[in-house]
């Protein structure tokens, strides 16, 4: 039986020989293909990149024949490329769009592809199924494109044009000159030779682990979380470093330790660099987050009196208000963001470098400049949580998913919203938001509350709802 090839939040994700094998990846390039001579019959132009994975290159190499064939011009990126520098790259050489073979932050067994289109953001729904529906319309025919004129590949190094709009982005002089030092970790992953890079250019002391390509990931996830982060850490304490920045598997996703060793939670530094870049840049037009991320964004935008935008979550969505400039910065707990003027694509790159640039030129560790903060508009405690559900507990969560609680373990409910999943905001300010796994017999949990007390009560109580 074919595996049935659907594009999720970021693109389509499976395990390598198992369901990522070379007939699917072929028909999922052909249903890519036939999509985009469906938008431009000729003369199109589509970019082919990877992260560090096993057998990338392959594949790649595979997607471009595949494009040839429809009469597509492949520009292939010949190593590893943070998704970010493939998205700059697609605005940049005005290109129909963009192959990345990418699982991101899964484990070393998973592979993927993600589509991303002409305006570099990843592809919207309405696409994703268009191009589902011309798998289907293959059905287990995977053969390449109708006999025509094939079309010579090029290849095209993203990185240089991608530095340079980095170098504009980010105030690199002043973390030079503030004496900042850095650790890097780019968990063996795309942004090798990225971010360290740039800051060496600029005099800029910067320790980095991991720097060679090891396509199992260390044998595990490539995701900058807290309990991956020890030699970064390491690094940190042997070089004085008074920030350490990661980057996930294909750079679009960020993790930040602070000074003293402390991990800082993707929540966090979006609305320290919302802050900031209101500060700094004078940057009025607006905040996006999603439904699942921190209300402390909703309470700076109170305060700086600046609209606020909240989404479904999938970056996508974040990245549609960058492209319409209605944001100064958009970003998801998951730990992705962007900012006016950039790519409407996650950017764990440029995540680390404006970080060591606010803690540069604030001359604060994020601590501090985190207390701040929460004197200025109240603190706030977030927190995901997953929780496995067996298949009796899941049908019977489904239907609970459907009604409008009207309180929670005592707490009464002032705000029911379905913009993705149930979210229940009660009285205090506090708020829970439930999301079941498209993937898995999973329930994702987010809650907010305003102490960490009552942080405990409400991850207890959203729990018990689940259970009960």
Not at 183 to 198: H, K, N, Q, T, V
Not at 240 to 253: F, L, N
Request: with cysteine; glycine share 10%.
């Amino acid at each position: 039986m074919m595996a049935q090839i659907k594009f999720g939040t970021s693109g389509w994700r499976a395990i390598m020989a198992d369901d990522f094998t070379f007939v699917n990846i072929r028909r999922a390039v052909n249903g890519i293909a036939r999509y985009v001579i469906s938008q431009k019959p000729s003369g199109a132009r589509v970019l082919v990149g990877r992260d560090p994975r096993f057998l990338g290159e392959t594949f790649c190499s595979i997607a471009a024949d595949i494009l040839s064939s429809y009469g597509i011009t492949p520009l292939i990126i010949t190593e590893a490329a943070p998704t970010p520098a493939i998205a700059h790259a697609v605005v940049a050489e005005q290109a129909d769009g963009a192959i990345n073979f990418t699982a991101s932050h899964n484990p070393p067994e998973y592979n993927g592809i993600k589509f991303s289109t002409s305006d570099g953001a990843p592809a919207l729904p309405e696409t994703t199924k268009r191009i589902e529906a011309e798998i289907g319309a293959l059905g287990s025919r995977n053969d390449s494109g109708p006999a025509q004129a094939r079309v010579e590949a090029k290849n095209l190094d993203p990185r240089p044009a991608y530095l340079a709009r980095l170098k504009e982005l980010v105030d690199v002089k002043a973390i030079q000159q503030a004496g900042l030092r850095v650790a890097f970790d780019p968990l063996w992953g795309a942004a090798r030779g990225y971010s360290d890079s740039i800051l060496r250019e600029a005099g800029v002391h910067v320790a980095t682990v991991h720097d060679y390509r090891d396509v199992l990931f260390g044998g595990h996830a490539p995701e900058p979380e807290d309990h991956l982060l020890a030699q970064l850490r390491e690094a940190m304490r042997g070089t004085s470093a008074q920030i350490g920045i990661a980057t996930d598997g294909d750079a679009d996703r960020f993790g930040i330790v602070d000074r003293d060793g402390t991990f800082f939670q993707p929540n966090y530094i979006i609305a320290l660099l919302f802050d900031y870049l209101v500060e700094t840049r004078g940057w009025r037009n607006g905040v996006g987050k999603s439904v699942a991320t921190t209300n402390l964004i909703n309470a700076l935008a109170h305060h700086h009196k600046i609209e606020l935008h909240e989404t479904p979550v999938g970056f996508k969505f974040v990245g549609e208000l960058i492209k319409q400039d209605k944001i100064a910065i958009g970003g998801e707990e998951s730990a992705g963001l962007s900012i006016r003027y950039h790519v409407p694509e996650k950017d764990g790159v440029l995540a680390g470098l404006l970080c060591a640039e606010m803690v540069a030129r604030r001359a604060k560790s994020l601590g501090q400049q985190l207390h701040e903060l929460f004197a200025k508009v109240g603190s706030f405690y977030p927190r995901r949580e997953n929780f496995r559900l067996t298949p009796e507990v899941k049908e019977k969560f489904t239907g609970k998913l459907q009604s409008n609680p009207q309180d929670l373990s005592g707490q009464r409910v002032k705000e029911v919203v379905r913009k993705d999943g149930l979210k229940l905001v009660f009285e205090d300010g506090s708020w829970i938001c439930y999301r079941l796994s498209g993937t898995e017999p999973v329930v994702r949990v987010y809650s907010e509350a305003r102490t960490e007390g009552g942080l405990e009560k409400l991850s207890a109580a959203a729990k018990q709802w689940i259970f009960e």
